[in-house]
């Protein structure tokens, strides 16, 4: 399988505190995703990176900022924590096959 | 509406038994299908694309209707480890390469 890897894999959190979790990946794919998975709604999409400095919205992404300094990291911040981001973030790669290879998740609370 | 829409089931079936899931996506655009499992509080794994001709994967066959615009997973000899939730996804804007998930159908299987 890829490597990649997500941290934390678990946090609690207060509302109003910013959160950042980490995206990192072993194999130079150009693309990467973050996520977010809900009861009935399905994984959703919240930013996208197609290459360093090279990021774009998702449908979900109000509240969330990103950076990509580096091919190999991809960063999701919560600038702010509020209880509806409560959540499991799911981070995902690909290159060039648009089949994605996800991270194993980050479970996210906020109280 | 839903981009990509789903019968969340669950659909209980005993050990053998042929189960069928279908997935209706409204654009028709819509470049590049797939279904993913995912594994209660795991992450979605790639479990086969869809090709236009249809393809089979051991047990597994996977239809696309174009015309129609709706997916179908076809499961032979169902095993209990078949057990998990199957996501319906599709590659709507290929500019950016993001996948849009339905919410996904779980699978029980009985022994």
């Known amino acids: 399988d890829a490597g990649i890897t997500q941290s934390p894999r678990h946090k609690v959190t207060e509302t109003g505190t910013p959160v950042t979790l980490r995206c990192h990946q072993t194999e130079n794919h150009r693309y990467m995703y973050w996520y977010r998975q809900d009861p009935g709604h399905g994984l959703r999409l919240i930013h996208y990176?197609?290459?360093?400095?090279?990021?774009d919205k998702g449908e979900v992404s109000d509240g969330y900022s990103v950076s990509r300094s580096k091919t190999e990291d991809f960063l999701l911040t919560l600038e702010s924590a509020t209880s509806s981001q409560t959540s499991v973030y799911f981070c995902?790669?690909?290159?060039?096959?648009?089949?994605?290879?996800f991270g194993s998740g980050t479970r996210l609370t906020v109280v | 509406r839903k981009e990509v829409e789903q019968d969340p089931g669950p659909f209980n079936v005993p050990e053998g038994a042929t189960v069928a899931f279908n997935c209706t996506y409204s654009?028709?655009?819509?470049?590049?299908f797939f279904w993913y499992r995912q594994d209660c509080r795991k992450e979605p794994k790639l479990l086969m694309s869809v090709y236009s001709s249809g393809n089979e994967d051991g047990r597994f066959t996977a239809q696309l209707n174009r015309a129609s615009q709706y997916i179908s997973l076809l499961i032979r000899d169902s095993k209990l480890s078949d057990s998990a939730t199957y996501l319906c996804?599709?590659?709507?804007?290929?500019?950016?390469?993001?996948?849009?998930f339905g919410s996904g159908t779980r699978l029980q299987v009985q022994p």
């Open positions: 654009n028709s655009a819509s470049q590049s």
């Open positions: 996804v599709v590659n709507i804007d290929t500019g950016r390469r993001a996948l849009t």
């Open positions: 990176s197609y290459g360093v400095k090279d990021t």
């Open positions: 995902a790669i690909t290159e060039g096959n648009y089949g994605y290879t």
